[in-house]
């Protein structure tokens, strides 16, 4: 059977981008493949974090995954930091990795911008989710489109090392989503719905209430003709609704312009809301049945003690083939 496995950093409160591009996908190929799915918070202390909301973001992001649809008896679910051999590989990755390769990472040069203090640790973050995806061998990693840049890196990483220290690494492959690869932010559709927003006005939060969401959608920045149709280029807002209300409904773009042609902007705005409020209610439900039990617990021991069995074998292979230690 295949392996998928994918990550979503405890940085921000997971939201609807998140869902779209990446847990929902998880959720389609649950059945199809072995899955595993983390909380990659080692990535999360790249830029400063509040100790004490970081630890609780990792169990609330635990509990969403399930939420969401994940089925604690099909994936592996565990907590990066509960596993050393992330951050081993990632060295040994690190030193097979060039500086010129690492500063094409357009995400880093984007983030690095918007901070003062830049961490070592932001510029070298790809290599660790190569470490994260190549420590397992998995062949698919599904991800929206802003990370499909540093699963290409993990290729690349992995191929040399294959081809420098003989064949140790599976290749992996980016599954990005052909509808929702990238939401935007509903106040500014140029720009990625994203969990760090500093306002907060433009995305929506997958345990955001009922009142918050509706205000949030119906006050998306549109355009001026009143039109509905698909069109990034000239109608981002528009379209990033309809790509919204077509992925949560799993239904084509087409379908979903044929579905509002005859809408004006504030139909249609209605219309995606009900249907966000609708998705997150029975999310939320099940959130707040989980966040509290010991199931939470249980279901992390046990990807705790998988991976770890995992991740060791393969770490020592690779020590042993770089002349690490006495494997
Ligand atoms: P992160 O935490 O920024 O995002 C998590 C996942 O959600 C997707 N995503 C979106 N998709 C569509 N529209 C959006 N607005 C949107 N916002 C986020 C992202 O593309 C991503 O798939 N480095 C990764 C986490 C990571 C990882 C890994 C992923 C660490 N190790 C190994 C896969 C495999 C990150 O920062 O994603």
């Known amino acids: ?26 959720v389609m190929y649950q059945n199809e493949y072995e899955s595993f799915i983390f909380v990659p918070d ?15 973001r990792v169990i609330k992001n635990v509990a969403l995954y399930i939420a969401c649809g994940l089925d604690p008896s099909k994936n592996v679910i565990y907590i990066q930091s509960e596993n050393l051999y992330h951050a081993n590989l990632s060295w040994v990755l690190e030193c097979n990795t060039y500086i010129g390769e690492a500063s094409r990472m357009t995400q880093f040069k984007d983030k690095s ?3 003062d203090n830049v961490t070592v640790g932001l510029f ?14 998995a062949d698919y990693v599904p991800v929206g489109v802003d990370q499909k840049q540093h699963v290409e890196l993990a290729r690349d990483i992995s191929e040399r090392f294959n081809k420098t220290y003989g064949n140790t690494f599976k290749i992996p492959e980016p599954l990005i989503p052909e509808v929702g690869a990238k939401i935007m932010d509903l106040s500014d559709p140029t720009r990625k719905m994203s969990k760090s927003d500093v306002t907060g006005k433009g995305v929506i939060y997958l345990l955001d209430d009922e009142k918050t969401i509706r205000k949030k959608i119906m006050s998306a920045v549109t355009d001026s003709e009143s039109k509905v149709y698909y069109d990034l280029v000239n109608k981002p807002g528009i379209s990033n609704l309809l790509t919204i209300y077509s992925s949560l409904k799993e239904i084509s773009i087409k379908e979903t312009e044929e579905h509002f042609k005859d809408c004006n902007y ?17 999310i939320q439900e099940k959130y707040n049945n989980l966040i509290n039990s010991e199931e939470l617990d249980k279901i992390l021991d046990n990807g705790k003690d998988v991976t770890n069995v995992i991740a060791k074998k393969k770490l020592e292979e690779v020590f042993n083939k770089v002349g690490l230690g006495r494997y």
Do not use: C, F
């Not at 070298?124 to 061998?137: N, R, S």
């Open 124 to 137: 070298t973050y790809p290599i660790l989710m190569a470490a994260d995806i190549l420590l397992y061998d």
């Open 113 to 115: 911008k918007k901070q």
């Open 42 to 56: 080692m990535h999360a202390i790249t830029v400063k974090q509040d100790p004490k909301l970081l630890k609780e």
């Open 266 to 282: 504030g139909n249609l705005k209605k219309e995606v809301a009900d249907l966000v409020v609708e998705k997150l209610s029975i």
């Open 1 to 26: 059977m295949k392996r998928i496995l994918t990550g979503l950093q405890p940085s921000g409160e997971l939201t609807l981008g998140s869902l779209i591009g990446s847990i929902g996908q998880m």
